[in-house]
């Protein structure tokens, strides 16, 4: 049973518009969300979290929005630039730190030029 | 500042055979998790470590063990490989009591 979902697994945008990546979960514990990009052959980079005190957090061309009662967060990318494209990940976990994150499948981003 | 480095980054093995993957965390990092991550899925948890013991432990057979050493880096051994444990090894490091987790680069482990 898959607590966290991704459910686009590719997405395509032209450079220099809004890119936006969706994730959905269903455990009410969580309570902490983190999205990682991932090029081939490295591992994941973080690149920007939220606590659920929170509804939105900024950070640059990051921005990641978080709405509890619909357990739905999104991370949108703006300008979308073309070495944005990779896979990226949302991850989940409950409250108490350090504990093991729950990642979604991933979506395959394309930023085109 | 070294960030999470893992080691061999590439492994080829037989089925039945045993394998034993390196990781060294960020600096000033305490903690250690292994997460395996297959073809086409995220990372899945394996186990974490901290004051070299194991701490959690994810839905993974014994035949996965770890170990955490007094200068906090660890090692994941791997026992009777089976096929299906071919995917990439991913060891992420944190400092106890936050949230976010540093991924290393991954150990890409194919058994034959």
């Known amino acids: 049973d898959q607590q966290v979902k991704q459910n686009s697994p590719s997405l395509s945008v032209q450079e220099g518009r809004i890119s936006i990546l969706n994730c959905d979960y269903t455990?009410?514990?969580?309570?902490?969300f983190l999205w990682y990009k991932k090029y081939p052959a490295e591992g994941p980079t973080f690149l920007i979290s939220?606590?659920?005190?929170?509804d939105k957090n900024e950070d640059g061309r990051f921005t990641v929005f978080l709405n509890k009662s619909a357990k739905h967060l999104s991370l949108h990318i703006v300008p979308s630039q073309p070495g944005d494209s990779a896979v990226y990940f949302c991850?989940?976990?409950?409250?108490?730190?350090?504990?093991?994150?729950?990642f979604g499948k991933g979506t395959r981003l394309s930023v085109i030029a | 500042d070294a960030g999470v480095t893992q080691s061999p980054t590439h492994l080829i093995k037989t089925r039945g055979q045993q394998v034993t993957l390196r990781c060294s965390p960020k600096?000033?990092?305490?903690?250690v998790s292994w997460y395996q991550q297959a073809l086409g899925q995220g990372p899945q948890f394996i186990f974490q470590?901290?004051?070299?013991?194991?701490?959690q432990r994810g839905n993974f057979p014994d035949r996965f063990s770890g170990h955490q050493f007094p200068n906090y880096s660890s090692e994941l051994n791997v026992n009777a490989l089976l096929l299906g444990d071919s995917a990439l090894y991913l060891c992420?490091?944190?400092?106890?009591?936050?949230?976010?987790?540093?991924f290393g680069p991954g150990t890409r482990l194919l058994v034959l």
């Open positions: 992420a490091s944190s400092f106890l009591g936050r949230e976010t987790q540093y």
């Open positions: 455990n009410s514990m969580f309570d902490y």
């Open positions: 939220i606590s659920s005190i929170k």
């Open positions: 991850a989940a976990s409950p409250p108490s730190g350090n504990t093991p994150l729950v």
């Open positions: 600096s000033g990092h305490d903690t």
């Open positions: 470590y901290y004051e070299e013991e194991e701490r």
